[in-house]
Structures are given as structure tokens and as C-alpha cells.
């Protein structure tokens, strides 16, 4: 019971919180229920590690969360940089109950630890993974539900915002509400979800992921947002740049994994 009053006054706070006094999205919010989304992040080391993960969750984990009613679920790797190798999970899903629940659903999955023994199942002194870190987050109001890109070769922007107070990062939501949305369609830089941290570290703190189909469009399309006439009206806006919305940019540049739904 904790745990559930924890939860709906996180999600009350939030509410008040991102709620734009004009919106101008690029999603209509009544158009479909409002998602949460658990993003995992898993570090592992080089080695057979990889092979293991990758083996669990294609042939287990999300099977097992598709059965659950969550779906797609992103899969994305860390292919350059200090994180190599880590694996993200993003999972979304409108049934918060059961996306915070997920372990305890699994374990009575029959068929799910059957496929997972492996992973599950490894001997402490060879673990499957380094460790793992959960954030969740709920979508943006403007951006109420994930935007799956359409098949073919991509890559993922994933970016995070840490805001220096609740204030800050109130204005800098703010700032997607009344304009961002629509300077990043302009832009040719593809948008898959929007999410406010509820539950994780750093708080409080912002993430949502953009996607292009190679690296010279996604630095076409950041060069087109930032040159937009619409942003730089809205950052030279007094109520948005008095002080600094964002202490820190968390930036990854993720390639889908083969099993990946998003």
C-alpha cells in the first residue's frame, strides 16, 4: 500500500507539473491514454555476456512482455563511447500496475522461465550482466504515446535533460509544449517518446529519444533546429532563459538491436 500511495502522488505531482497553458504538440492528447515507460538500462562487460543477454531477451523477455500487453519494446545498443557495451530497454505500456510489476508477473510465467533458465540462472561468479538501473517515467501531455519509425535502417538520438530545481524543469517541459514539438517535425528529426521521471536518479529530469536514418541526418536535423526562427524566438523568450532549465545533457547516439520492436 506504501508503494501505491508512493506512486499516485509522484504521478499527481507530475501532472501539475508538465500541464502547458498552450499547448502546441504534434500529438492530440485525447487520441489515445497516456503511457508510462520503464527505460533499463543494462551494463555489461565484453565477452559472452553479450550473447547471453541478447539470447534472453529475444527469446524470452520480450515475448514474455508482449504477452503482458506491452508493447513494442525498444532495444537499442551503445555502439561507441565510455558505455560500451550496454544494452537499453525501453518498455511502455498504459497499465502502470503492470509495468512496475513486471518481476513478480514474470515469475509466474511458465513459459517465460523456461526460456529464460539461462540468463536467470547463472552462477553468481558469472553474472549475465554488470548491473542494471531503472528510470520511470511518465509521457509528456503533449506527447501522450510512443511514435514506433517506420521499418528500415535508423539510429536513435537518446538525450536527457537534469534540471538544476522542480522550477527549471517545469519551464524547460514547458519550452517542448509551445513550440518544440513542432520545430523538430520541421526539422526532419523523427520523435518517439517524451518522458518525465517519476522513479530513478538525478532527479528531476526529462529523456526522449529521436530517430534518423543515419548520422548525417541527424546532424542535418539538429543544425535545422537549432537554425528554426520559431527556436530562437522561443529560447530568447524572457519566462525560458532567465536562468539555466538544464544542469546536464545526457546524449547517446543507440543503434537498434535485430530483435528491437521500435
Not at 550496454?86 to 513486471?102: A, D
Not at 510512443?146 to 517541459?173: C, V
Not at 526562427?229 to 532567465?242: G, H, I, S, T, V
Request: overall charge positive; hydrophobic content about 40%; proline content about 9%.
Amino acid at each position: 500500500m506504501k508503494r501505491r500511495s508512493f506512486l499516485r502522488a509522484a504521478l499527481a505531482t507530475s501532472a501539475a507539473a508538465i500541464a502547458p497553458s498552450a499547448p502546441a504538440s504534434a500529438q492530440t492528447p485525447s487520441a489515445s491514454p497516456q503511457e508510462y515507460y520503464q527505460l533499463r538500462k543494462y551494463t555489461l562487460r565484453s565477452g559472452p555476456q553479450g550473447k547471453l543477454t541478447d539470447e534472453f531477451f529475444s527469446g524470452a523477455f520480450i515475448p514474455a512482455l508482449n504477452r503482458l500487453g506491452l508493447s513494442p519494446i525498444g532495444a537499442f545498443k551503445v555502439t561507441f563511447g565510455p558505455q560500451t557495451p550496454t544494452t537499453y530497454l525501453l518498455i511502455p505500456g498504459t497499465n502502470l500496475e503492470t509495468l512496475v510489476n513486471v518481476e513478480v508477473l514474470l515469475a509466474k510465467d511458465e513459459q517465460f522461465l523456461k526460456a529464460a533458465e539461462p540468463f536467470w540462472n547463472a552462477p553468481s561468479k558469472e553474472p549475465p550482466f554488470e548491473r542494471i538501473e531503472s528510470t520511470l517515467y511518465r509521457a509528456f501531455e503533449g506527447w501522450p504515446k510512443l511514435t514506433a519509425p517506420a521499418k528500415g535502417k535508423r539510429i536513435f538520438h537518446l538525450r536527457t535533460y537534469e534540471s538544476p530545481t522542480p522550477r527549471d524543469h517545469t519551464r524547460k517541459m514547458e519550452m517542448f509544449h509551445h513550440g518544440e514539438f513542432k520545430i523538430f517535425d520541421r526539422s526532419g528529426c523523427g520523435q518517439v517518446f517524451y518522458g518525465d521521471a517519476l522513479v530513478g536518479s538525478n532527479l528531476p529530469k526529462l529523456t526522449y529519444l529521436l530517430t534518423f536514418p543515419d548520422m548525417d541526418a541527424l546532424n542535418t536535423g539538429w543544425d535545422r533546429f537549432f537554425a528554426d526562427p520559431e527556436w530562437k524566438k522561443l529560447a530568447a523568450d524572457p519566462y525560458f532563459n532567465f536562468e539555466a532549465t538544464v544542469s546536464n545533457v545526457d546524449s547517446l547516439v543507440l543503434a537498434p538491436a535485430p530483435y528491437s520492436q521500435i
